[in-house]
C-alpha cells in the first residue's frame, strides 16, 4: 500500500521558517519523483516544487525560489521541503505527491499536478503578519 505522510506545518510569524517533511512508502522511493503542492482559500492548488529522487533534480515555482528548498533523503524515504522567509501568502494546506519511474524532473518547470499517482493528506501552514 502506497502511503505519503506530510507533516511539519504550523503557525509562524512572517520572515520565520518551517521545514515539512513527506514521509514515503509502498514504491520504489530511489526512482520516483516527488512534488510539493499548496491550496489556499478559495484559490486553485499550485505546484510548489518536485526533486526527482534518482538524480536530485529540483525545480520551484517561481514565487518561492530563493526562500523554500526541496531536499531528499532517500535512505529514510523521506523528502523535505525547507521554507524560509515566509510571506502570509505562503498560507496554505501543503501536499506531497508521488509518481514513480517519472524520469527526471524538466528543467526550468515543474511536473505536471496530473502526472501525480498518489496524493498524501496536507499539512496546514500558517504564516501571521
Known amino acids: 500500500e502506497v502511503q505519503l505522510q506530510a507533516s511539519g506545518g504550523g503557525l509562524v510569524q512572517a520572515g520565520g521558517s518551517l521545514r515539512l517533511s513527506c514521509a514515503a512508502s509502498?514504491?520504489?522511493?530511489?526512482?520516483?519523483?516527488i512534488g510539493w503542492f499548496r491550496q489556499a482559500p478559495g484559490k486553485e492548488r499550485e505546484g510548489v516544487s518536485c526533486?526527482?529522487?534518482?538524480?536530485?533534480?529540483?525545480s520551484y515555482a517561481d514565487s518561492v525560489k530563493g526562500r523554500f528548498t526541496i531536499s531528499s533523503d532517500n535512505a529514510k524515504n523521506t523528502v523535505y521541503l525547507q521554507m524560509n522567509s515566509l510571506e502570509p501568502e505562503d498560507t496554505a494546506v501543503y501536499y506531497c505527491?508521488?509518481?514513480?519511474?517519472?524520469?527526471?524532473?524538466?528543467?526550468?518547470?515543474?511536473?505536471?499536478?496530473?502526472?501525480?499517482?498518489?496524493w498524501g493528506k496536507g499539512t496546514q501552514v500558517t504564516v501571521s503578519s
Open positions: 505527491a508521488a509518481v514513480p519511474r517519472f524520469g527526471t524532473v524538466p528543467y526550468g518547470a515543474l511536473i505536471k499536478e496530473r502526472d501525480y499517482d498518489y
Open positions: 509502498g514504491f520504489d522511493f530511489d526512482d520516483c519523483s
Open positions: 526533486i526527482s529522487t534518482h538524480d536530485g533534480a529540483t
